[in-house]
């Protein structure tokens, strides 16, 4: 995925704030909106957009945002985020009321440190492992979906967006809050799709979307590149969404950890982990004999 630094991250900024205002000028002969209260289905809208700021507009038609504390936001933040929570009422968009609660800012001071914002993120790595740990207890100690809400909010914002992602996905799926469990979450490739393609492929898609009207517009494949290597001609097994997309989903349902009772221990995890990655490979060396 295409990590900003710099002046870059500033430009995702502005662009997402073009966007926004754009959105609501087209919308801007709708009534007032009132914030409403954050139910189960409103932690979806967090995992829209993740390069944007989370108090930008969500949702598939850019008319749901969150109505975000102004503690909560980052100091070089706070002016935009007020100027589209402003834009938002003004043009009906509805604003999902984030409760103001204290956060724990020196527990997780240290985590841009082991984890920059925009650096890459994975699960295989122990350090990151442990961050998804420590945030999962935050999380799984809400009281109520508000409470969940918020502290989901609050993270999103400051700390690396697809490390949160995963540890909210984690949570949900585990939670005992009403609700939650029901959610739809989106898959990973519709969240963060540059991870199962390059960079050639989205100059191709953003060409289709920008430029050509939607009646005009063509699927654009995803080219495998076949070499002589004895193992390419099983990429179609190996680069599988749908097959990838599994695979992080069990392992988000049963996590890698360390010695944590409550994070890792689960009935039967370990039976299960052998049972899945043995039929796995069994499988792999079936498709070899074709």
Known sequence: ???????????????????VMCCLNVAAHRHAARPTVAEASDLVYLFHRPA?????????HRNVAFDVPRPYLPERYRHVAQEIRAAALRSGARLILVP???????????????LPYRSPFTISAPTFLNLVRRFWHFFRDSKTVPELVAKAVWARLHFNPEMILHTLLLTMLRSSLKGVKDV?????????????????????????????????????????????????????FREDPNYNVFHWKWHARYPMGYDDPQYVDLPRRGELFVHLHRQIVARYNAERLH
Request: glycine fraction near 6%; proline fraction near 10%.
């Open 1 to 19: 995925m295409a990590r900003g630094k710099g002046n870059h991250g500033w430009s995702v900024v502005r662009l997402a704030v073009v966007a």
């Open 100 to 114: 103001n609660l204290p956060m724990p800012e020196k527990e997780f001071a240290d985590v841009n440190g082991i």
């Open 52 to 60: 944007e700021p989370v108090f930008s507009l969500r949702g598939v």
């Open 184 to 236: 739809q979450i989106p898959e990973l490739p519709q969240y963060i799709p540059e991870l199962y393609t390059d960079d050639e492929f989205f100059a191709k898609v953003r060409e289709e979307m920008y430029f050509l009207p939607e009646k005009n517009r063509i699927p654009v494949p995803v080219l495998r590149n076949v070499t002589a290597d004895k193992e390419s001609p099983l990429w179609y």
